[in-house]
């Protein structure tokens, strides 16, 4: 009888539970067609979990296409080892100009994870988000345990701003003070790359200071930044600065093997908000450099008053030079100027200011609303020495009555009800006094 004996080899591919992750350092893992995508010119995390802990020996092959070429570089073809029992775990197996495209100091075991911290040179066309086919195999003790196809992608910096246009801040007038801005900005990280970011200002950069932000955004990430600002002790003038958010790749994260490491290292520049600052006082008009001197005026443009009301509107002079300054209102009798006074005191207009840079001149004007429904101008003329003039107006809204007014003491009800309702109300208490006296006194009759 002839036995044949037959020998078991181990197959070419002997599937295990496998799962690859891979992501840029410090970056989520990113899909594409829902392939992993690993992106070049930048260190990648590898990360190949097993189904179970037992010793072993793995081998990582990345190579483009749907075959390993027959000519391999660096431009198609890499291979790394972990080795259980070697002095140095994790290695390259092939080197392209004596560089090996693995920092085997940052790569690690956990257990059954192996993390992979490696890269590949960034030869794809310049072209953002560009993509290639690749596949990945995992071997161990040289049989092919897993294998997939993933996305090599183009290294892709990218930045976007978006919400504020342009952040306000009001400061008082000769005041040092910190103020936050009116709005916000948003920076979105729009590439494939982490980026750390910088917004600097023009002029403005030693009084501002960033309350909300972030020094890294990553891709798809976002960031607000909140602004306050350190005033000056300023005249009232507008102030407007320009700036700029700079960003740039991590250069410990950038493979410093070919020419594209410069290009990685490039900053990229997208504006911030404008940022205007308007020292003056709040719900004023400010005109500056008025007369070509550096006068400024300010004064409100629109208010409202209630018929009868009383109220003390004022303006605001300074800068340096010397003017007049007349004072009236329109002929429609809606509205009547009581008193003037110029820093408290009162005085008859016209009147001369000699005003100052360092101070301001405060005009306080005492206006009365006659007529409801109606309206007036309080008109400001400033007069420079040499005969030149401006002309501004602050107009006034008088509002009706909400409600009607007791005739003897001229102040609103806020209930409602008039001097009719009144009259009306004496006289039913009266009639109710008048029979409640007739009864008694009958009742008093008939007891008697």
Known sequence: MVFFIFQFFPTACAEENVDIEINVVESDPRYVED????????????????????????????FKGGEIPDSKDSSNYYEWEYKQNDPIHWISSIDYNSYDYIDSDKCEKSKNIYNFYVGISDTLPNTPFFNEDWKIEVYENDIKIHSENIFVEKPTKGIAKSHGDVIYFYIDPFTEMTTQGSDYFTLKNTGNVPMNIKVTYHDLEYLIEFTSFTDRIYPSDSANYHISLNSNSWQPQIITDYGEGIGQIPEDMILDDTDAFVSLKSALAVNAPDIKLFVGHSRHELVENLFDIGLSFQYQKNIN???GEIKDINAYISGDGHLRLSI????????????????????NSPFDIHSTSTSEQKITVRVEAIREKKS??????LEALDGRSHT???????????GPTNDLTGIKSDSGLGSNTLVTMVVVISIFLV???????QLRSKRR
């Open 35 to 62: 392939k992993s995508v690993f992106v070049a010119g930048m260190w990648n995390n590898l990360k190949i979990e097993m189904d179970t802990d037992k010793p072993r020996n793995l081998k990582i092959v990345l």
């Open 305 to 307: 008053m209630d018929e």
């Open 328 to 347: 009236w209102t329109d002929d429609t009798e809606n509205i009547r100027i009581l008193k003037i006074f110029k820093n408290n005191e009162e005085i």
């Open 376 to 381: 007036g101008d309080i008109n400001y003329k």
């Open 392 to 402: 501004y107006k602050t107009h006034v809204e008088i509002n009706p009555l909400s």
């Open 435 to 441: 029979l409640g006296y007739m009864i008694i006194s």
